[in-house]
DNA sequence: TGGCGATATAACTATCATGTTATGTGGCTA
DNA sequence: TAGCCACATAACATGATAGTTATATCGCCA
């Protein structure tokens, strides 16, 4: 079950969650995980996600910059963390974005 | 036809007009102009929408910032203004933002 | 054409977003 | 337990947003 997002605040802190090029880059390189991303030794790219190195790194941001718009997804529950080993990964969550799209499709 | 709206740049820019509460408050105003707004002299509410004034005041900012949510709603695409007798009227453009909705169901 | 009412633009200020470098935290692993 | 690696947080610089007041523009109408 997802948070229900109903009042136009919560639309907002989701819509700018999601008005950035990069973030939104983000969401579409975890459409394909494996394709996007180099192979991970630890960690399932199709159940977990990419690492957060993989993707700073392909966003050519610094470390820092990099998490944060990580932290900002997560935040707006557009992807979902798993921690493990010392790594967190990121997938997408389909179902908050699936909301969303039905918010949108409400404006 | 509407404009293409296809990268992520694009969608970034669409995106960045649309997450601001007072412009989703307008939007959703405009939905129902009749309604929400008092009865124009000058302009057919149903045809051509509220007119810039009305809407400032219902936002409850200046005129000058009511006048630049309006316009950067327009340079999204997202209403169309109507100018006619020193007035500018606004209406929802249903068709970039049904163009939208299809392009956040895509992210 | 003179003035007025509606809107646009200019100039400025405060706050927020995004980037950086430096440093802290916390779990492996040798 | 010592050190390393991944990630988080702190502190700061800078550019974009959104608000304000003041002023310009522009079409009606007397």
């Known amino acids: 079950m997802t948070a ?6 919560d639309i907002e802190s989701v ?3 999601l008005a950035s090029e990069r973030r939104l880059q983000i969401l579409d390189w975890l459409k394909d995980p494996v394709a996007h991303f180099p192979p991970q030794e ?4 199709e159940a977990h996600g990419a690492c957060n190195q993989f993707i700073v790194e392909k966003l050519g941001v ?18 979902i963390p798993t ?5 967190v990964y990121y997938r ?4 908050a974005l699936a909301d969303l799209a039905a918010l949108v499709a409400s404006i």
């Open 83 to 87: 921690r493990r080993k010392g790594w």
């Open 15 to 17: 819509l700018k969650a």
């Open 42 to 45: 630890h960690g399932d790219p």
């Open 62 to 79: 610094s470390q820092p910059a990099g998490s944060r718009h990580l932290k900002v997804l997560t935040d707006a529950g557009l992807v």
């Open 92 to 95: 997408r969550n389909e179902a």
């Open 4 to 9: 229900a997002m109903s009042s136009l605040t």
